[in-house]
């Protein structure tokens, strides 16, 4: 059983930076992490995500380069920076673990969620 548990969002204006973190509690160690996005009344979509052996980290084209996305083993953290941040940004952002080795783009694929962090930015 994988618990994971976001945190680091919050209220910033277009242009700021915003460094969420993703926690897991039981044995991650070989899952693939990543992170998600879901804008109100829309569905959830893939960010990026970084397996446990260093596959990735694979991104969603449309970022453009802002986001990175760094994974901490010994910690069990992952943790997506985000940069010149844009009100299309906004959205609740979520952890998910996959037992398979690459970062995949479809929520179908992730076992575990967390219960996800709000990250709101204004123009």
């Known amino acids: 059983q994988v618990q994971l548990a976001e945190s680091g969002g919050g209220s910033v204006q277009a242009g700021d930076s915003l460094t969420l973190s993703c926690a897991a509690t039981g044995s991650t160690v070989r899952y693939t992490m990543a992170w998600f996005r879901q804008a109100p009344g829309k569905e959830r979509i893939f960010v990026g995500g970084?397996?446990?052996?260093?596959?990735?980290?694979n991104y969603a084209d449309s970022l453009s380069g802002r986001f990175e996305i760094s994974r901490d083993n010994n910690k069990e953290t992952l943790v997506l920076q985000m940069n010149n941040l844009k009100p299309d940004d906004t959205a609740v952002y979520y952890c998910g673990v996959r037992t398979g080795r690459a970062p995949a783009p479809q929520t179908y694929d992730y076992r575990y969620w967390g219960q996800g962090t709000q990250v709101t930015v204004s123009s």
């Open positions: 970084i397996s446990w052996d260093g596959n990735g980290p």
